[in-house]
């Protein structure tokens, strides 16, 4: 049984992050994966700053600490088990899975893992998993030729899904933040329209620019109550709320709102799905980046060495203008 010793990150406690050393070994039904490229998700950020949410289908280890932490990874197989008939040895995947991906090596199962397509370069491959899923959203928000469209957040994945709103041929596309840096970016990769919601109001800006009838859609893709209930303010009656962002902890919602004008909900969320569809989906949802429509590499804001993994993590917790941050081995 082959046998590889690499780094990986374990979470201690809030703010407690390093680099252990561990010992994977490769069963008959193991693939062993040398990183390329690992990136700093949302959910990581929550995780390091304290915030564990109750248990659910996505985690394959209990979310408490200590927390082997890390799943937005892509790499090179290195070594597969007896059994396994999926890949081989010099197979470039992308990891679907919660495997301690912060770490030169990563052992995962087959369905964990998905193919990189041909022509799709391997820094933004590696990156595969969080752009498969706000690709996914993107491209199945219901979004019409003509639609005004709010996306709330200008993170790594509302700045995708407002690019495909465009692509789409939606008439307006508002982003909807709190930073500028956030802003300007989402405006120089083709949003219509950006309002910062600490200087104006959203609502009252939305309502007068659609003579108080409202957005089409709107996507919401900042996490936060707040969010939730202005993205709910927003939609005409009738009109399509997106589910994108995944919100740990309860929220006080306006359902009133949701009911009395019959707001349509669509979930977009591709890894909770089966494996199954995932595997069919995601090369469709990464080929508008293999052709260049959406552009991911401006959304790459910092690199850091994995040596270096408390550093991005301090940056990634106090510099929210950091879109994707990432590690190198």
């Known amino acids: 049984m082959e046998k590889f010793v690499t780094r990986a990150a374990r979470l201690n406690k809030a703010y407690d992050i390093e680099l252990i050393e561990r010992e994977l070994e490769c069963g008959e039904d193991d693939i062993i994966v040398k990183n390329h490229l690992m990136g700093i998700c949302g959910s990581d950020k929550s995780f390091y ?21 890390g799943h ?21 995947v992308i990891a679907f899975g919660w495997n301690n991906n912060f ?5 995962s199962k087959a369905f964990q893992l998905q193919p990189v397509p ?24 219901g979004v019409q030729l003509g639609d005004v469209v709010v996306v709330m ?17 939606a008439y307006q596309v508002v982003v909807v933040d709190v930073l500028e840096g956030k802003l300007n970016l989402a405006k120089s990769l083709g949003a219509d329209v950006v309002i ?3 200087e104006e109001d959203p609502v009252a800006k939305v309502m007068a620019m659609t003579g108080g009838r409202g957005a089409d ?45 019959g707001l349509e909900f669509v979930n977009t969320c591709l890894v909770h799905h089966t494996w199954q569809q995932r595997y069919v989906w995601v090369p469709d949802t990464l080929r508008p980046i293999i052709q260049g429509s959406v552009k991911i590499r401006p959304l790459i804001t910092n690199e850091f060495k994995l040596a270096d993994i408390k550093e991005g993590f301090d940056l990634a917790d106090k510099d929210d203008a950091a879109i994707k941050i990432v590690f190198r081995p």
Not at 162 to 167: E, H, N, T, V
């Open 118 to 141: 041909e022509g799709l370069d391997m820094d933004i491959a590696a990156l595969g998993e969080p752009t498969a899923c706000a690709m996914y959203s993107g491209l199945n928000t």
């Open 103 to 107: 770490a030169d090596y990563f052992k």
């Open 153 to 169: 957040g200008g993170g790594y994945a509302g700045q995708i899904i407002a690019q495909c709103s465009k692509l789409k041929g």
């Open 72 to 92: 937005e990874s892509g790499g090179t197989v290195v070594a597969v088990g007896s059994r396994v008939s999926d890949y081989r040895p010099g197979d470039k």
């Open 217 to 261: 859609v709107v996507v919401e893709a900042a996490g936060t109550a707040e969010s939730f209930n202005t993205a709910s303010a927003l939609i005409r009656h009738n009109g399509k709320f997106v589910f994108y962002s995944w919100v740990t902890t309860p929220v006080t919602l306006n359902i009133s709102r949701w009911h009395d004008d």
């Open 196 to 198: 910062n919601s600490r």
């Open 49 to 69: 700053r304290g915030f564990m949410p109750p248990q659910t289908a996505e985690f394959r280890q209990k979310p408490e600490f200590p927390f082997l932490l």
